[in-house]
């Protein structure tokens, strides 16, 4: 079990620029989700998979925001025309629903993005 | 999913007791109570869960109180490590979405 990693872990882009990030999940787990933390607060919920279905978004994930999770592995986030209130850290979680015991979601170290 | 009440923060000497508390009066018969920590730079770990009863594992144990509308962590030891925000949170199970709040910043002093 290597834990739940993020790449890049930090990544700069100008205004109006695409990135996109990925998550691998601990391997055996079905739930993937993505939050969203800017300074001074909790992690908000963006959206969450369970294996290849995206089954939740937030109202936050305006339609700049796309996610997928092709195969129920790995993950991405993409932001597309990136504006300078997306500079937050964006964090990817995983658990195994279903199974007991599942008490846990296990989260990466983030992605830090920041919009010039 | 209920919502709750925590200090914004809170101070400890090192190697004392904390006791963390968390208000979540509109808790249901079913929900879970969740605490998470966060570790500065770094993603929220899982701290501790309890349903009725209270809790106790290697990082920490949790007090629910009888009519379970509040609830507390408590540190046995503070150690320096153990500076963090602490969120404490209110789920229909355990997989599912959280919700976090502002939590409660907890600073430890050598």
């Known amino acids: 079990d290597t834990g739940v990693s993020q790449d890049p872990r930090h990544k700069i882009t100008k205004r109006g620029q695409n990135v996109t990030f990925r998550c691998d999940p601990i391997?055996?787990?079905?739930?993937l989700y993505w939050y969203r933390q800017t300074l001074g607060q909790g992690p908000e919920f963006l959206t969450y998979?369970?294996?290849?279905?995206?089954?939740?978004k937030s109202r936050l994930l305006s339609d700049r925001f796309s996610a997928e999770r092709p195969k129920g592995s790995f993950s991405t986030l993409e932001i597309q025309r990136t504006e300078q209130g997306d500079s937050a850290m964006y964090l990817c979680?995983?658990?195994?629903?279903?199974?007991?015991?599942?008490?846990?979601?296990?989260f990466g170290p983030g992605t830090r993005l920041t919009v010039t | 999913d209920a919502k709750t009440t925590q200090p914004n923060s809170m101070e400890s000497n090192e190697e004392e007791p904390v006791h963390l508390p968390c208000n979540h009066s509109?808790?249901?018969?079913?929900?879970?109570i969740h605490w998470y920590r966060q570790l500065p730079s770094q993603g929220p770990e899982y701290v501790i869960h309890?349903?009725?009863s209270n809790v106790n594992n290697r990082m920490a144990s949790l007090a629910i109180a009888e009519d379970r509308k509040s609830s507390t962590l408590i540190l046995h030891r503070a150690t320096l490590r153990d500076a963090a925000v602490y969120y404490c949170?209110?789920?229909?199970?355990?997989?599912?979405?959280?919700?976090f709040g502002p939590g409660t910043s907890l600073s430890v002093i050598p």
């Open positions: 309890g349903l009725t």
């Open positions: 949170i209110v789920m229909k199970t355990s997989y599912d979405k959280v919700i």
């Open positions: 979680a995983s658990s195994q629903a279903g199974v007991a015991p599942s008490y846990e979601q296990y």
């Open positions: 509109t808790i249901s018969g079913t929900d879970y």
């Open positions: 998979f369970q294996n290849e279905a995206q089954l939740e």
């Open positions: 391997s055996e787990h079905n739930r």
